[in-house]
Nanobody
Framework: QVQLVESGGGLVQAGGSLRLSCAASIRTSSTTAMGWFRQAPGKEREFVGAVSWSTGVTFYADSVKGRFTISRDNAKITVYLQMNSLKPEDTAVYYC???????????????????WGQGTQVTVSS
């Protein structure tokens, strides 16, 4: 069983930065990719970005491109989400997820991830 533990959320002013971390308990053949999603009150969970464990290739939602960066530390089995130039509309609960992603088209789909963290709140004030 893979467990994901997120940390790093908090309150920040618009234009500020935060870095989220997601530590996995183990890495298996069923966790080829790690993704970040977010969910604001009253809205559906949306894709933020993802990274392939093996290649390091990253994918981002258009809304965060150029502002957010995903990186990974294979030795620590940890993925990071560096968030810069934060906007009030980035306010949400952020979740990391792990899954056996095989196709590029699957990276942005929550249903293709098998394991989820507990979520961490990010609040951006204007």
């Amino acid at each position: 069983q893979v467990q994901l533990v997120e940390s790093g959320g908090g309150l920040v002013q618009a234009g500020g930065s935060l870095r989220l971390s997601c530590a996995a308990s183990i890495r298996t053949s069923s966790t080829t990719a790690m993704g970040w999603f977010r969910q604001a009150p009253g809205k559906e969970r949306e894709f933020v970005g993802a990274v392939s464990w093996s290649t390091g290739v990253t994918f981002y939602a258009d809304s965060v491109k150029g502002r957010f960066t995903i990186s990974r530390d294979n030795a620590k089995i940890t993925v990071y989400l560096q968030m810069n130039s934060l906007k009030p509309e980035d306010t949400a609960v952020y979740y990391c997820a792990a899954g056996p992603i095989l196709y590029v088209s699957d990276y942005g789909r929550p249903t293709t991830y098998d394991y989820w963290g507990q979520g961490t709140q990010v609040t951006v004030s204007s």
